[in-house]
């Protein structure tokens, strides 16, 4: 395979890269636009990068908005309830339809990366085995892991670490928690400190929906960070969501950033999501609850964009389009600055994979595995602005989709 006239991120000029037995082979930059054959993908002078990585979603969830009924309060804790009425009518087939149909619509918008949520407080775990069950199926599309998620709790819910301890027999790569949902404080500490020690035990990652609330009591982040910096698990460890630190004051953030910074966790924001259910039990003004996503990334440390949800009780909308995700979350975050946008980017590519644990074998670089995207627009700020299409997705040198851009007809072609 040979790509010629693309534009790669942070670089002038035009490139052209060639793949071999699914791997790049070279990167050459071009001296001008070369004449494009039928031998060859011309991207038009367009963006060439790494795959999207889509760090959180719950796809045992995906596509069942309305059922058994609507979230009227569009509260995470309505969603919750209803997930678990939700739960009951679960099968191995019901769940598998739904998934490959929400994994097509990642596919075609550029993701070829993903770290899904199952919940395991479920004592047939039926999500979790037949999401399991489909990774040879998908394999070819996307590098899948696996969250064993405690929706109603671990310490709280019955026989909750038993399930926990069952769900490590059925693929599961990363263990989560939800502390802020725990009957108590005390139970949130102790479920964070359990599930540290098993992932060190058996040498998972962890990803724990951490304090994803308004209150601003609700503290376990810093449980989780002082965890993770004492068993030096840091880079393997993330916290999703955090949007009580939107309520945080700024001494006590001060003060955590410290430690934040010294245990080098990764950070998940969900915007579309957060600035969704988040806020609603305000009058006005109305807190947008959403991270410090922008003081995350400027003190160091590493931050991500996802989707969360696509048409589930929490999140009734959502396309698997994570450039829609973007925008909502740079405009949500105060970071439309020309500086932020330039490197936009990096939220839903390169910080994504690090907190995936995949950096390794991730990028546009010679010897690694030839997974690329060709996008509308020239750069970072280019994609923001156009939102176009995802153009190519290529996966070990495989075209999975392609798509032309529209052209206007001469008749309105106002240029």
């Not at 400027?298 to 994570?322: E, H, R, T």
């Amino acid at each position: 395979m040979k790509i010629i006239n693309a534009r790669l991120r942070a670089s002038l000029g035009y490139f052209t890269i060639t793949c071999s037995n699914g791997l790049f082979e070279s990167i050459t930059e071009q001296s001008g636009l070369i004449e494009s054959s039928a031998e060859v993908i011309d991207a038009k002078g367009n963006l060439m990068c790494a795959p999207f990585v889509e760090p959180h979603i719950h796809l045992d969830a995906v596509l069942t908005a309305g059922e058994p009924k609507w979230n009227a309060s569009g509260t995470l804790f309505e969603g919750i309830e209803i997930w678990a009425k939700r739960k009951v009518l679960l099968s191995h087939e019901d769940v598998q339809k739904r998934v490959l149909k929400t994994v097509e619509l990642l596919v075609e918008n550029g993701v070829q990366h993903v770290r899904t949520h199952i919940d395991i407080t479920d004592p047939d775990l039926v999500a979790l085995k037949a999401i399991n069950a489909l990774r040879t199926k998908l394999a070819p599309y996307i590098d899948l892991q696996i969250v064993a998620f405690p929706q109603e709790g671990i310490m709280s819910f019955p026989k909750g670490t038993e399930l926990m301890e069952q769900s490590l027999q059925h693929g599961v790569d990363v263990i989560g928690g939800i502390p802020h949902f725990e009957y108590t404080r005390e139970y949130g500490v102790q479920s964070v400190e359990w599930i540290m020690d098993l992932a060190e035990k058996h040498n998972k990652l962890v990803d724990i929906h951490c304090d994803e609330i308004d209150d601003e009591a609700s503290r376990f982040l810093e449980v989780l960070a002082t965890a993770a910096l004492e068993k030096n698990m840091g880079e393997r460890v993330t916290a999703s969501h955090t949007t009580a630190m939107h309520s945080y004051n700024n001494a006590y953030c001060y003060k955590l950033f410290r430690l934040l910074k010294k245990s080098k966790i990764n950070f998940v924001s969900c915007p579309t999501e957060s600035i969704h259910l988040q806020g609603r039990f305000d009058t006005y003004p109305k807190r947008r609850g959403i991270t410090r996503v922008k003081e995350i990334r400027d003190a160091g440390m590493n931050v991500c964009f996802a989707q969360d949800s696509i048409q589930d009780p929490w999140y009734p909308v959502g396309n698997g389009k994570l450039l829609r995700v973007l925008d909502s979350g740079l405009h949500s975050c105060h970071m439309l600055g020309h500086e932020d946008l330039m490197t936009a980017l990096d939220l839903i590519t390169i910080n994504g994979a690090k907190t995936l644990n995949i950096a390794d074998r991730y990028g546009i670089e010679v010897g690694k595995p030839a997974n690329f995207i060709i996008v509308e627009g020239g750069d970072d700020v280019e994609v923001i602005q156009k939102q176009g299409e995802v153009l190519y997705s290529v996966r070990e040198g495989k075209i999975l989709i392609s798509r032309q851009p529209y052209v206007l007809n001469e008749k309105v072609n106002l240029v």
